[in-house]
């Protein structure tokens, strides 16, 4: 039998309301599971429909049905992800929930102190999470650069191969890219004019070929003229996206550059499973950054 899931925004709308108590006094009610504000109605219904959102992928049956072992279960799941003031609210608006009791508090993974160590890498499962809080365009986005470790103004710049190689002045390596499967190959524009080779997985690949434009547009992004073949974003407008999203899924945000970082974090792994000392993972890496400078990956690496 096919469940019918409700919309997750109308979901956590609908929890909401019947839990608000607007104009009662909270001095007076401190533990009566109502919502007295409507700064913290706004922020319920975002940890709710987050929630919901995980419900749904995860064959849930909705806001409703929720209990306080499957609240629990969220809640241990974005202890990985977010930090302790975001978890916490988390917490206290699945308390709201007519089938979910007072939750044990749950604590967060990522201090700050643990946030200020890993410094601006983001993980496979928080870049998901990111995603889903975006429109369609900038969600692309956030897949493809996290995908090959692409600059901001470089998603302007996608093109396959087939149609534009890559700059003949610089030698590239003929390891890049080892350890990565079903993948399709594309360029891009970097610093400096360096035109290089990116792998895209064949999955972000196919939406891309859904969205490419029947002929190319011209964007203006921080007062540099781009020739754009696909309808994703990319620049400022997506850099800024990502930022606000990061902050209203995770409670924080590293910027999109974390991106790269993440990328790089993830493939030094990958090419030092495959065989390759550290030092020649390193050179490997810096050429598919688009560098060209090893000592610069160091940075990405902390």
Known sequence: MKISFANPKKQAARAVGK???LGKSRHDSRNDSQIHSLGTA???EQSLKLASEWDKINSG???INFDSNRAMQYLQIRAQVVGQKTLDMDRQALQILPGVNKLDRVFSIISKKGLADQGRAYTTVQVSAIARAQSVHNSLATKTA????LRAHELYTLLPTTERGPSQHRQFSMDLFTGRKNFMRYTVCGKGGLIREVAIPKEISDKLDACRF??????LDRGIRYEQH???GGGQAWSSSFGRASKRVLGWSTGAHGLRHGYTQERMNELQGQGYFYDQAKEIVSQELGHFRPDITEVYLR
């Open 214 to 219: 029947n002929e190319p547009r011209i964007v």
């Open 42 to 44: 706004r922020n319920y």
């Open 19 to 21: 839990a608000l108590a």
């Open 61 to 63: 049956m909705g806001l």
């Open 230 to 232: 696909y309808d994703l």
């Open 146 to 149: 996290y995908s090959a470790g």
